[in-house]
């Protein structure tokens, strides 16, 4: 795991982190709560936290109950408080206030490692259960709400001078391909697609039966119309071969919107949706913007 410890002592860090290490975890160490907090809030790879409740500027159980909530959406941080005072008013504290376990103070070698196994645990399984929600099946890209809860992500943080671009895209007569060929292959079309709009900066998933959305992170409308566009070449390029069927060809319709300041996902969706509407009418196999 990847794990941040915070204790006042920089004695105290040193033992706890080397114990850590001995068993290869990677550990980050601070005395200061807020530079912890920071740090934890800034990478995502951080999936554990082990804070003495005694620290400063922000209290330890303030700090377990930032951190828990900046990894209640789709970030599995586990989350372990300990102090030299043990007793059960502290312990019911710390868990209250968003921490898994607590642990008293020096922890002792044996205990940690026992109780980082069992986190590890349940850390797997959040993680898994996180992609079996996230995932569209069929083609492995994100599903509709994950595309969704991603796009109200990124409007959320933006500055007001960052662009954000979504396209909304759609196989041509795909009812025809499944008519033709049968599911199986209008399956192995879809896949293929999809595979084909996957690229490195974008957030890609699907909507629903053969429809799909990009998102474009700091991208303008201009950006995501030229990167449409090229994507509408390469699905038309696709030769996609089924068994005993042979090469199949497909094309695909796109609609481009970008979002405006103040803009909810709604709005902003619903206009690459009209995009779309448009692409399809005037003869599908196009971009509209
Ligand atoms: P248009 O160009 O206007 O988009 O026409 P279309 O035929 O692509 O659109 P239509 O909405 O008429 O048909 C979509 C078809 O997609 C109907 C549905 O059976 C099929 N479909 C939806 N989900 C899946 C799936 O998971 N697998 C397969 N093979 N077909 C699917
Ligand atoms: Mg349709
Ligand atoms: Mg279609
Ligand atoms: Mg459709």
């Given at each position: 795991?990847?794990?941040?410890?915070?204790?006042?002592?920089?004695?105290?860090?040193?033992?706890?982190s080397?114990?850590?290490?001995?068993?290869?975890?990677?550990?980050?160490?601070?005395?200061?709560?807020?530079?912890?907090l920071?740090?934890?809030?800034?990478?995502?790879?951080?999936?554990?936290?082990?804070?003495?409740?005694?620290?400063?500027?922000?209290?330890?159980?303030?700090?377990?109950?930032?951190?828990?909530?900046?990894?209640q959406?789709?970030?599995?941080?586990?989350?372990?408080?300990?102090?030299?005072?043990?007793?059960?008013?502290?312990?019911?504290?710390?868990?209250d206030?968003?921490?898994?376990?607590?642990?008293?103070k020096?922890?002792?070698p044996e205990?940690?490692?026992?109780?980082?196994?069992?986190?590890?645990?349940?850390?797997?399984?959040?993680?898994?259960?996180?992609?079996?929600?996230?995932t569209?099946?069929l083609?492995?890209?994100?599903?509709?709400?994950?595309?969704?809860?991603?796009?109200?992500?990124?409007?959320?943080?933006?500055?007001c001078?960052?662009?954000v671009?979504?396209?909304?895209?759609?196989?041509?007569?795909?009812?025809?391909?499944?008519?033709?060929?049968?599911?199986?292959?209008?399956?192995?079309?879809?896949?293929?697609?999809?595979?084909?709009?996957?690229?490195?900066?974008?957030?890609?998933?699907?909507?629903?039966?053969?429809?799909?959305?990009?998102?474009?992170?700091?991208?303008?409308?201009?950006?995501?119309?030229?990167?449409?566009?090229?994507?509408?070449?390469?699905?038309?390029?696709?030769?996609?071969?089924?068994?005993?069927?042979?090469?199949?060809?497909?094309?695909?319709?796109?609609?481009?919107?970008?979002?405006?300041?103040?803009?909810?996902?709604?709005?902003?969706?619903?206009?690459?949706?009209?995009?779309?509407?448009?692409?399809?009418?005037?003869?599908?196999?196009?971009?509209?913007?």
């Amino acid at each position: 795991m990847h794990i941040v410890v915070v204790d006042p002592s920089r004695v105290a860090l040193k033992v706890i982190s080397s114990v850590l290490a001995s068993r290869g975890h990677i550990v980050s160490c601070f005395t200061d709560s807020q530079h912890a907090l920071d740090f934890v809030s800034t990478h995502e790879e951080v999936n554990g936290l082990i804070t003495s409740l005694e620290v400063l500027p922000i209290s330890g159980l303030e700090l377990c109950w930032s951190a828990r909530l900046l990894a209640q959406a789709h970030r599995s941080l586990y989350i372990i408080a300990m102090s030299s005072m043990r007793n059960s008013r502290k312990l019911s504290e710390a868990l209250d206030s968003g921490a898994d376990d607590f642990i008293s103070k020096p922890p002792i070698p044996e205990e940690l490692h026992a109780r980082l196994r069992a986190a590890e645990r349940l850390t797997f399984m959040h993680n898994e259960l996180i992609k079996l929600a996230e995932t569209d099946p069929l083609t492995g890209l994100f599903n509709r709400r994950a595309l969704f809860e991603r796009l109200q992500h990124s409007i959320g943080k933006q500055p007001c001078l960052a662009h954000v671009s979504f396209i909304m895209f759609d196989i041509d007569h795909f009812k025809s391909i499944n008519d033709r060929y049968g599911h199986d292959v209008g399956d192995l079309a879809l896949k293929a697609a999809a595979q084909e709009s996957v690229q490195d900066g974008l957030i890609v998933g699907r909507l629903g039966g053969e429809e799909f959305g990009i998102l474009c992170p700091r991208m303008d409308r201009m950006g995501a119309y030229r990167l449409a566009d090229d994507l509408r070449l390469r699905m038309a390029d696709l030769q996609i071969r089924a068994a005993q069927v042979g090469e199949i060809r497909l094309t695909c319709s796109f609609g481009v919107s970008e979002w405006k300041e103040g803009e909810s996902i709604d709005a902003l969706v619903k206009r690459a949706d009209l995009a779309l509407y448009q692409a399809k009418s005037a003869g599908r196999n196009r971009v509209v913007l």
